[in-house]
């Protein structure tokens, strides 16, 4: 069985949900840390206050995340699954993931990130601009110098947008196709090795949801799979250390001390990121899974089409 689309509102109302609980989560989180933290100043009302707008926003971002994942994922997949096909699920399991598919879905959607962002960034420093230019105008009286300034200031708006756009869309797309190709043929051989994500879907004429998540299986993937990626962050970020207590060494005086310190630092961080990132991973892997399965159950699953 071959997933060949996904439905936009379901898919929309299913991350809107999972992002709005994990913006609650953390932010309860945060906002403890700030409470205690304040109460225990003596600064019980100014804590309680910034702790309960923290939350506001976490929630906020949440939602807003949420929904637009959800729309530019479901935009995403449904454009790549179309031209070259979508995930195979055998049996209620994923068993291989392409690495065309997973490279392609990957820099498409980075590509529409990297445009809603330079767009967000763009209409951001547009109306700080046009702020500052009324601003400018209010003090000087109006003349040729205005008009000059009035002239760059649109040229320079001009000039922003197209290198935000164009920053955008590199750097959206170039390391979304790069993941995917490294990605995919890494959880394949996983999954041919201790067994791939497993779903529960109920179809019929080719059209049903996805109903349920298994939760373990999951979690065991991408542990290892965060693993993998938190050993080369590792080994990468300790041999920066290393490159960088060798140059700290030819410093006088306190150059063999800076050098020792540096590699010392390096090999703590490394061993912090190599175990921290997959348990990190795997938790965050565990508790979507499960708020999947919770939803699902209540509100409906993702809604899909099969061949």
């Known amino acids: 069985m071959q997933i060949k689309q996904v439905g936009i509102p379901s898919n929309t109302k299913m991350f ?10 953390v932010g309860l989180l945060v906002f403890l840390l700030v409470f205690i933290s304040g109460a225990l100043r003596g600064q019980i009302v100014g804590a309680l206050i910034g702790g309960l707008l923290i939350l506001v926003i976490y929630v906020v971002i949440g939602v807003l995340s949420g929904a637009v994942s959800g729309v530019v994922t479901a935009v995403s997949y449904n454009f790549v699954a179309k031209r070259i096909g ?31 962002a330079a767009v967000s960034l763009g209409i951001i420093y547009s109306v700080f601009m046009i702020v500052g230019m009324a601003a ?11 008009a000059l300034g009035g002239a760059m200031g649109f040229m320079y708006l001009i000039i922003m ?6 920053y955008g869309i590199i750097a959206g797309t170039g390391p979304g196709f790069t993941f995917g190709l490294i990605i995919a043929p890494i959880y394949s051989f996983l999954a041919s090795k201790i067994g791939g ?15 349920r998540i298994g939760i373990i299986p ?18 990468l970020f300790l041999v920066m ?67």
């Open 86 to 116: 979508g995930i195979e699920v055998d049996n209620g399991e994923i068993k291989k993931i392409e690495a065309l598919f997973l490279a392609d879905f990957s820099a498409t959607y980075g590509l529409i990130y990297g445009i809603i």
């Open 161 to 166: 947008w197209a290198m935000l756009l164009v």
């Open 241 to 307: 250390a290393v490159a960088m207590g060798g140059m700290f060494a030819y410093m006088p005086l306190v150059g063999s001390s800076l050098a020792g310190g540096s590699i010392l630092f390096g090999i703590i961080f490394s061993v912090i990121v190599a175990i921290g990132y997959p348990i990190i991973m795997s938790i965050i892997i565990a508790i979507v899974s499960f708020l999947y399965n919770a939803f699902a159950d209540v509100v409906g699953g993702i809604k899909i089409e099969t061949e």
């Open 136 to 146: 400018l105008t209010s003090f000087i009286p109006i003349g040729g110098f205005v």
């Open 16 to 25: 809107t949900l999972l992002g709005t609980t994990l913006g609650l989560i």
């Open 197 to 211: 994500i497993k779903i529960e879907t109920n179809t019929s004429d080719l059209k049903g949801e996805i109903k």
């Open 218 to 235: 999951t979690t065991k993937i991408f542990f290892i799979i965060g693993l993998i990626f938190g050993i080369c962050a590792g080994v």
